[in-house]
DNA sequence: CGCCCAGTTGAGGACACTCAATAGCGGTGG
DNA sequence: CCACCGCTATTGAGTGTCCTCAACTGGGCG
């Protein structure tokens, strides 16, 4: 048993019969006795912000499922200087890459505490051939990726910094109800997002704080005016 | 039968049996029995310089297979400027949306005179079912296009003008062997590929060549140094 | 209490954008 | 064959935005 992550935190080990991954979309479909296919651990992990799931050019054979908590798919530039290309929340899988005997493209990164579920390639592999709708499901997540990324190009890389800034807070509050307060994450890391410096997307925060559409909350938290900043985003005004 | 593209001229339609899909990565592997199980009739398009293939919000029910020539993938701002989010050349596949019941989520328009394969997602879930292969081998083509996308992201949108544009000729003259003459595309093009404005774009092409990386070969065709360009890319000097 | 780190704010300069004019190329028609 | 047209690429001048560097603030924690 190979070690995934320096940082990882085995909660124990589970046939899924009590996961919450078993009601995750990925397996959706699968019966009690499929589950009897199952031969390898599917392994809980817990994570802290900061700790690494995996890193970029190890090659790893399993894949993840995050049932909480915010990750960061970080690549580097030449100058050492990093860029996020992408974040996972909630539901979403990473990892894929080992599907296909390829080494990680991205250090895996928690931004928040997260809790994941690393499932074996080997067990993909045997479920999927008496599941071939697992494969279905396998191709809506490589195609969910596939949207985001094509998104995070167009909406963050484009438009001034005021619009850039309104539309990662835009994009980071969708999954929150109404103008639910909005826990932000370091400038820095923010700025990795959307190709800016933390100067730059501090001066943007505060721009947007004096203007009313950003309510501070203490601790880094905003409320915030969903729809004023969706006119920012569009660059009316 | 319904039109996939306005433009697109039906070349004829065959069973692959002589066809170069035949042999592309997409159905390596596949047996003569194999084919026996496509019903239905796979397509060659061709398709010239600034013709669609399938536009943004389409639902169609074809993959494709480009077996010759350019194409862009791209998507648009709510200001209504475009940004190419990808490039799709030699054997690359595109549409993988329609395999997930997805509308396509980009506009798709040849750059350059294109040969391309129209594959019915009908014949790829019959074929799968017998060789489930073949789903590996679209986790493949899925893995490439996310990888490229992150390329992108990571090389096309960050760095000086100089330094972007000079990453982007040497992704386009990787595929040429030695230092090759390279066909350019339309300033505006490269623009909306890096990021940075027409105007921008030539500027950087016209230091380029006064500083001898690049060597003009008449109508918009270079002759360039890789080793420079690397350099530049990379941003020493 | 004071340190440390993250965030904020300021001043100055570099870079790319905008607007505008010019040049170069290919095609068309006289 | 040449003149003209349209389009794209190029070049220039001026401006705005963001980056850089640096100082300052404030909260958390030993």
Redesign the pocket.
């Known amino acids: 048993m190979q070690p995934i992550s320096l940082h990882a935190i085995w909660l124990g080990e589970t046939k899924c019969h009590h996961c919450a991954m078993r009601h995750s979309v990925l397996f959706a479909g699968l019966e009690e006795a499929d589950f009897g296919h199952i031969h390898q651990p599917i392994k809980d992990i817990a994570l802290g912000p900061q700790e690494a799931l995996y890193r970029m050019q190890e090659r790893g054979n399993h894949l993840f499922t995050l049932r909480g908590g915010v990750i960061k798919l970080v690549q580097y530039l030449p100058d050492g200087s990093q860029r996020i290309v992408r974040l996972l929340k909630d539901s979403d899988a990473l990892g894929l890459e080992a599907l296909v005997e390829q080494p990680y493209q991205h250090d895996a990164i928690a931004l928040t505490d997260c809790e994941i579920c690393a499932i074996p390639i080997a067990v993909i592999k045997s479920l999927s051939q008496h599941r071939p709708r697992l494969y279905q499901e396998l191709m809506v997540r490589w195609q969910q990726a596939l949207a985001e990324a094509d998104i995070w190009l167009t909406q963050f890389t484009t438009?001034?910094?005021?619009q850039r800034v309104a539309r990662l807070l835009l994009r980071l509050s969708c999954c929150a109800e109404g103008n639910h307060p909005l826990p932000l994450?370091?400038?820095?890391d923010m700025g990795a997002m959307v190709?800016?410096?933390?100067?730059?997307?501090?001066?943007a925060?505060?721009e947007l704080r004096r203007q009313g559409v950003l309510r501070d909350r203490g601790?880094?938290i905003q409320e915030c005016d969903r729809e004023a900043l969706r006119r920012i985003a569009d660059s009316e005004e």
């Open positions: 438009g001034t910094a005021r994450f370091g400038r820095e190709g800016l410096t933390t100067e730059t997307v501090s001066r925060i505060a601790s880094n």
